[in-house]
């Protein structure tokens, strides 16, 4: 028998999944805002050369950061996340899935990165991304030229290697709906209503499969919630928090 003090056990650490190429800029309006107590901090392995599939990003993030854990992903991240719930669903505590996807790659998305991977292999990465940012951005967030500037900065950043790899680990991502509905843990699933990379659809799919699943949908936000409306996330996120009681 475990005689350990409830009191003494310490709280589930926080870990801030980014999306395909992204680093902790997509969090930083999150990390300040957050509980100390719960340790948050961004995850870095879906960025190791050696990570080839989304079932080995997750592996290694439940390897890099032991004991109970509070995943929260967004797009690829994401999938990650639920992934990792699947490899280990003893160690999930709670699941915050921001702007993904469960289903499958579909024929004319792979088709899409296919393309756009013969071009980031011969290093003609600007002329993927900067185009991007409008199916990236709500309207009215892709005429920031800050926040469009800190969204080129990191995908650009993390160089077309990475993207070649992580483009191949999101086309052949496992179905993740096979499972959700075996999630018991804490989740808020949240989209941007003009996303249109994962639209609000997909969101939905996610909810209604994972049981008490909290559902949210941001008005004016494209795919880059963290980015778009932060003061909003941060308020889902602290909300999902309280729920789990963990941020005591």
Same mark, same amino acid.
């Given at each position: 028998? +475990?005689?350990? *003090?409830?009191?003494?056990?310490?709280?589930?650490?926080?870990?801030?999944? *980014?999306?395909?190429?992204?680093?902790?800029?997509?969090?930083?309006?999150?990390?300040?805002?957050?509980?100390?107590?719960? !340790?948050?901090?961004?995850?870095? =392995?879906?960025? &190791?050369?050696?990570?080839?599939?989304?079932?080995?990003?997750?592996?290694?993030? @439940?390897?890099?950061?032991?004991?109970?854990?509070?995943?929260?992903?967004?797009?690829? $991240? $994401?999938?990650?996340?639920?992934?990792?719930? &699947?490899?280990?669903?003893? !160690?999930? /505590?709670?699941?915050?899935?921001?702007?993904?996807?469960?289903?499958?790659?579909?024929?004319?998305?792979?088709?899409? &990165?296919?393309?756009?991977?013969?071009?980031? =292999?011969?290093?003609?990465?600007?002329?993927?991304?900067?185009? +991007?940012?409008?199916?990236?951005?709500?309207?009215?967030?892709?005429?920031?030229?800050?926040?469009?500037?800190?969204?080129?900065?990191?995908?650009?950043?993390?160089? /077309?290697?990475?993207?070649?790899?992580?483009?191949?680990?999101?086309?052949?991502?496992?179905? /993740?709906? #096979?499972?959700?509905?075996?999630?018991?843990?804490?989740? @808020?699933?949240?989209?941007?209503?003009?996303?249109?990379?994962?639209?609000?659809?997909?969101?939905?799919?996610? =909810?209604?499969?994972?049981?008490?699943?909290?559902?949210?949908? #941001?008005?004016?936000? $494209?795919?880059?919630?963290?980015?778009?409306?932060?003061?909003?996330? +941060?308020?889902?996120? @602290?909300?999902?928090?309280? !729920?789990?009681?963990? $941020? +005591?």
């Amino acid at each position: 028998m +475990n005689n350990t *003090p409830l009191h003494a056990v310490d709280p589930p650490q926080l870990v801030l999944i *980014p999306g395909l190429a992204g680093d902790a800029t997509m969090w930083q309006a999150q990390l300040p805002a957050l509980p100390a107590a719960l !340790r948050p901090v961004v995850a870095t =392995a879906h960025a &190791r050369p050696g990570a080839q599939r989304i079932e080995d990003m997750a592996a290694l993030v @439940l390897a890099e950061h032991p004991g109970a854990l509070l995943l929260c992903g967004a797009s690829m $991240g $994401g999938m990650i996340a639920m992934e990792a719930a &699947r490899q280990a669903p003893g !160690r999930v /505590a709670g699941l915050a899935l921001l702007g993904t996807t469960a289903r499958p790659e579909t024929p004319d998305m792979r088709a899409l &990165r296919e393309a756009a991977m013969e071009l980031f =292999a011969q290093g003609r990465l600007r002329e993927v991304i900067e185009p +991007n940012v409008a199916f990236a951005f709500h309207p009215a967030n892709a005429a920031r030229p800050a926040l469009v500037q800190a969204y080129l900065d990191f995908v650009l950043r993390a160089g /077309a290697q990475q993207l070649v790899r992580q483009n191949r680990a999101v086309i052949h991502r496992p179905d /993740a709906r #096979l499972h959700l509905p075996r999630v018991a843990c804490p989740t @808020l699933v949240a989209c941007g209503a003009a996303d249109q990379l994962t639209p609000p659809e997909c969101s939905e799919e996610i =909810a209604a499969l994972i049981p008490g699943a909290h559902h949210a949908v #941001l008005a004016e936000c $494209g795919h880059m919630l963290t980015m778009e409306q932060p003061e909003a996330v +941060n308020r889902l996120l @602290l909300e999902w928090i309280a !729920r789990g009681g963990w $941020g +005591n």
